[in-house]
């Protein structure tokens, strides 16, 4: 198994503003929150049988446009992360953080993955962050979306880089896009 390192979090929000605490310090202002930061690898298929040539699905995928990433998402591997996502916030849930006050996000393959499994999630969430990414599986979100959606007034904040190298603008204009036509509350910050 090959696998990819991007970061994600799970962060819950005790008040209207939260920091970020990295062992005991605030790494910015506003009130107390709880952060459980982690960069553990997640799972990627390989697109080549050539060892020598194992550049994971991933990184295959993103050099072409839309129409060809949707067309080349390795569903299983999307599935096999957004269940691993999925247990990280209940086990936040499960530690007797209320879901509505945990924010999912995270950074490039992370960030795509928190879009998808926050989207997804049973219950609503504080909030949704993804930094240069994109939404995967979107032609199919609909069937993975609970049938109450939840996450219709969750917040949903995208930033990108105008010149990302590896995830290009245009895919998180697709999603910011695709996101709102669908009723979510969803905003998009681009970088200079």
């Given at each position: 198994?090959?696998?990819?390192?991007?970061?994600?979090?799970?962060?819950?929000?005790?008040?209207?503003?939260?920091?970020?605490?990295?062992?005991?310090?605030?790494?910015?202002?506003?009130?107390?929150?709880?952060?459980?930061?982690?960069?553990?690898?997640?799972?990627?298929?390989?697109?080549?049988?050539?060892?020598?040539?194992?550049?994971?699905?991933?990184?295959?995928?993103?050099?072409?446009?839309?129409?060809?990433?949707?067309?080349?998402?390795?569903?299983?591997?999307?599935?096999?992360?957004?269940?691993?996502?999925?247990?990280?916030?209940?086990?936040?849930?499960?530690?007797?953080?209320?879901?509505?006050?945990?924010?999912?996000g995270g950074f490039s393959?992370?960030?795509?993955?928190?879009?998808?499994?926050?989207?997804?999630?049973?219950?609503?969430?504080?909030?949704?962050?993804?930094?240069?990414?994109?939404?995967?599986?979107?032609?199919?979100?609909?069937?993975?979306?609970?049938?109450?959606?939840?996450?219709?007034?969750?917040?949903?904040?995208?930033g990108h880089g105008d010149?990302?190298?590896?995830?290009?603008?245009?895919?998180?204009?697709?999603?910011?896009?695709?996101?709102?036509?669908?009723?979510?509350?969803?905003?998009?910050?681009?970088?200079?």
């Open positions: 198994m090959h696998v990819a390192n991007h970061c994600f979090a799970v962060l819950e929000w005790r008040h209207a503003h939260a920091r970020l605490v990295r062992s005991g310090k605030s790494l910015w202002g506003g009130t107390a929150a709880y952060l459980h930061l982690s960069s553990r690898p997640l799972p990627s298929s390989p697109r080549s049988t050539n060892y020598r040539d194992s550049t994971n699905s991933f990184q295959k995928a993103l050099g072409g446009n839309v129409d060809s990433l949707r067309r080349s998402e390795d569903k299983d591997g999307i599935l096999k992360s957004q269940e691993y996502f999925h247990s990280l916030v209940q086990a936040e849930v499960d530690a007797g953080i209320p879901a509505d006050r945990v924010v999912l393959q992370g960030g795509a993955m928190s879009l998808f499994s926050g989207l997804t999630f049973k219950s609503k969430l504080a909030g949704i962050v993804g930094l240069s990414c994109w939404l995967p599986l979107s032609g199919s979100l609909a069937s993975y979306v609970p049938e109450d959606t939840p996450h219709k007034e969750t917040k949903i904040f995208l010149e990302d190298p590896l995830v290009p603008l245009a895919l998180a204009k697709f999603s910011l896009e695709f996101l709102k036509n669908l009723g979510y509350d969803a905003s998009l910050t681009e970088y200079r």
